[in-house]
């Protein structure tokens, strides 16, 4: 399932349940196929073995949605990580850069919900898509935020949607990222 498909499921449900109006679509989106190679998830499990001519997607919204970004303390103002050359090898970093303990977007409009997505490096393909819907984004990964808790980060920042995406066998471990409390 590509990022893209995964967010389309996603967005589907949180409007058939009324937690959001209304989303962007694949149309809102307009695409570029980065020429770069590009070393999946297939690719990965080889250790860069294996040739591949996987091709890298990344979309931007049309209409462009003004935002601020950090990183924990950090500040930053991209949503992709792109190379600086058509050559460079490409991996699933090129997504928000990487895996982050924690990002907020903010897009300041506050007639839209506010949402927390936690999980592992499976939420970099859909933050790039998913801070476009909501006011507020913030993202954690738990291999890298130790700060506060699950419950204690969502006591503190109360955000009106929850969304946990992680990779399947995540959801069998209770330590270390498969910790919630």
């Known amino acids: 399932l590509s990022s893209s498909a995964a967010y389309e499921v996603l967005m589907t449900r949180l409007q058939k349940e009324g937690l959001v109006e209304s989303y962007l679509t694949e149309e ?22 294996w040739e591949t001519k996987d091709k890298v997607e990344v979309a931007y919204p049309k209409e462009a949605i003004p935002y601020t970004r950090r990183d924990g303390e950090r500040e930053t103002d991209y949503i992709y990580a792109l190379p600086t050359d058509d050559s460079t090898t490409v991996t699933y ?3 928000m850069g990487g895996d982050m303990g924690e990002t907020v977007i903010e897009t300041n409009r506050a007639e839209l919900p506010n949402v927390l997505l ?3 490096s499976f939420t970099n393909g859909i933050e790039p898509f998913l801070w476009t819907n909501f006011n507020e984004t913030r993202a954690l990964d738990f291999r890298y935020y ?12 109360r955000p009106d949607i929850v969304i946990c995406m992680r990779d399947e066998m995540s959801y069998l471990t209770f330590t270390a990222n498969g910790a919630t409390e």
Do not use: H, I
């Open 28 to 49: 809102d989106f307009t695409w570029e196929t980065l020429p770069n190679p590009f070393l999946g998830s297939s690719n990965r499990k080889l250790y860069g073995l």
């Open 118 to 120: 936690y999980g592992d």
């Open 93 to 95: 970093s090129v997504y």
């Open 146 to 157: 130790s700060e506060k808790t699950l419950r204690e980060y969502v006591a503190e920042y």
